[in-house]
């Protein structure tokens, strides 16, 4: 196979430190535009490529097959459909999460007891969402996404049922237990998902609208669960309208949603102009039998164990620990205000009926839209503008600049909140307060997915797994002292000094624009991580050698 003339390809075993360069004059007397290695080791290769030719053209990454069941190769519209349909299984995940919330106190009263047991309902849950994970990534990585998909969609659907039925708190629990280790596995496939289907320079946009799907859920959790409960006089209503919705994601996914999982072998680079011959005739429809068949065995030769332990692994690579300070720093303090949006708004002054606390989650809605459409677009120019500055070679730390906009915005959405709800302002400012934070969560969560994916791309998986599982722990520690923090030191105090842990954790992005290469080779290189490195299968950008 012929190899673009721009690229010249090492073998593994010439791999060195400064493989990947502008320019090299070849023994021949040729010139080539850059030098890249197979990309099989951890990190260095991986996050650093060429995105574009000399001639400034960009190249597609990973690189398309002519195959015309290339995942890559889909229609635009059809990978729109992949993406909403695995945003909405996220969606569903926060939406179960926090939606039931708003009947607290109505669930207290039916389970005979405390607030705070009954808070545990959702903590839990919280903690338990990320963990799952840890379960999922090895079938992920093993069996493809769509059997971990078809599998724990349909076991969101029949806990969904479970919870809707529970009669007494240890059943409800077990049933919430259950359906948030089953809905662990749409967060860490979404992502993964996106990077199967869509190129390098188009993932912006894409991670946006996941993103903004996962923050939506828990406003569109809190305004219909609230409506539902309100006009219906039962939190079980809630339930059943989850039940209702997962039964929807379900039926998608086991009949119109192929395994975005493709195998590649060695090819040259491709750029938007290279001519493609692409023999559509071969196509298989995409709701065949074939394209939809749930087990296709064993798809890497990495053992289960190594699939297993890899994601907790990856606790130790600096990017997957600052995405997860990202995420949770964000997160975390927008479920702190979902939870205290019932006692903030029910008292004096404001006396919200449970259906007025539900419609808080609106400013939600306006935040994470605003954040789609905006910081999806804003991402993917930010980074092309530095990759034409640095001479068409992207590194992942291009997407972290844009972290600014939620550094200021998750702050003084926290800030607003706090003060409004202590003062007792006019319930504009506090409501205000929790659409800017919708608005810094779509945003910065979409920066630390695409960051992450970009630096470990073909263990994405894992790395995300690994992440999720972090951030789940850290958000249900801040979620489980909320109460008591706002309680002890005030609503002012306290979300004051969640903005300022949320400004810290986004602002050590500096040290990621600065120092995130030397990271990810130190880590390519060290010993103690050589645990973390890939079999060639996994890798979907591995190049044929050739001048």
């Given amino acids: 196979m012929s190899v673009d003339a721009n690229t010249h390809v090492l073998s593994q075993g010439e791999k060195g430190e400064e493989d ?4 090299i004059d070849l023994e021949d007397g040729s010139k080539v535009d850059h030098v890249i290695s197979q990309t099989v080791t951890l990190g260095a290769d991986v996050g650093t490529m060429r995105a574009l030719s000399i001639d400034n053209t960009v190249y597609l990454l990973p690189t398309p097959s002519d195959d015309p069941n290339d995942p890559f190769n889909w229609s635009r519209s059809y990978k729109w459909f992949v993406t909403i349909v695995t945003s909405m299984q996220v969606l569903l995940s926060t939406f179960i999460s926090g939606g039931p919330a708003v009947a607290l106190l109505q669930m207290a009263e039916e389970y005979e007891t405390t607030i705070q047991q009954t808070a545990y309902l959702f903590t839990v849950p919280a903690l338990l969402l990320g963990i799952g994970l840890l379960f999922w990534a090895p079938l992920i990585a093993k069996f493809g996404p769509r059997f971990v998909y078809v599998i724990s969609s349909i076991l969101v659907f029949v806990t969904g049922i479970w919870q809707a039925e529970a009669k007494t708190y240890a059943s409800a629990m077990a049933a919430r237990v259950c359906t948030a280790l089953a809905n662990g596995a749409a967060e860490g496939l979404a992502p993964v998902t996106i990077a199967d289907i869509w190129f390098l320079h188009e993932r912006g946009l894409p991670m946006a609208v996941l993103s903004g799907f996962m923050a939506v859920g828990t406003a569109l959790g809190t305004i219909l669960c609230g409506v539902v409960v309100q006009h219906t006089g039962s939190f079980r209503n809630a339930y059943w309208l989850i039940t209702g919705m997962s039964g929807l994601t379900c039926f998608l996914i086991c009949f119109c949603f192929p395994d975005t999982r493709f195998p590649r072998e060695p090819m040259a680079f491709k750029t938007l102009q290279t001519p493609r011959h692409i023999d559509w005739s071969r196509k298989d429809s995409l709701f065949s039998r074939k394209s939809l068949r749930i087990w296709k065995g064993s798809q890497t030769k990495e053992g289960y164990f190594t699939l297993l332990v890899r994601p907790i692994g990856t606790w130790l690579l600096p990017a997957v620990v600052w995405a997860a300070l990202v995420y949770a720093g964000i997160v975390a303090f927008m479920v702190a205000i979902n939870t205290n949006v019932a006692a903030a708004f029910s008292p004096p002054p404001y006396l919200f009926s449970i259906q007025d606390i ?9 935040g994470v839209i605003v954040g789609m459409a905006i910081g999806g677009p804003a991402i993917d120019w930010i980074s092309a503008r530095l990759i034409r500055r640095n001479g068409g070679v992207q590194e992942p730390e291009m997407r972290i600049p844009s972290i600014i906009v939620p550094l200021i915005f998750s702050p003084l959405g926290l800030s607003l ?24 969560c779509t945003w910065g969560s979409s920066v630390s997915y695409s960051y992450l994916v970009d630096c470990y791309k073909p263990i994405a998986g894992e790395a995300i797994s690994g992440m999720l599982a972090l951030k789940s722990v850290l958000t249900f520690i801040s979620s489980f002292y909320t109460n008591t923090w706002v309680e002890n030191q005030g609503p002012q105090n306290a979300f004051g000094q969640m903005a300022g842990i ?22 390519n290189n060290s010993k103690l991580l050589a645990f973390l490195k890939w079999d060639d299968d996994r890798d979907d950008l591995v190049l044929q050698q050739g001048h």
């Fill in 20 to 23: 990947l360069v502008n320019s």
């Fill in 358 to 366: 539900g419609f808080v989650g609106w400013s939600g809605v306006i």
């Fill in 417 to 440: 909140y706090g003060a409004g709800v202590q003062h007792q302002w006019h319930w504009i400012v506090p409501v205000v307060g929790n659409g800017l934070t919708f608005f810094a």
């Fill in 502 to 523: 949320s400004a810290f954790c986004l602002s050590l992005g500096v040290l990621f624009v600065l120092y995130g290469k030397k990271w990810r080779q130190n880590a």
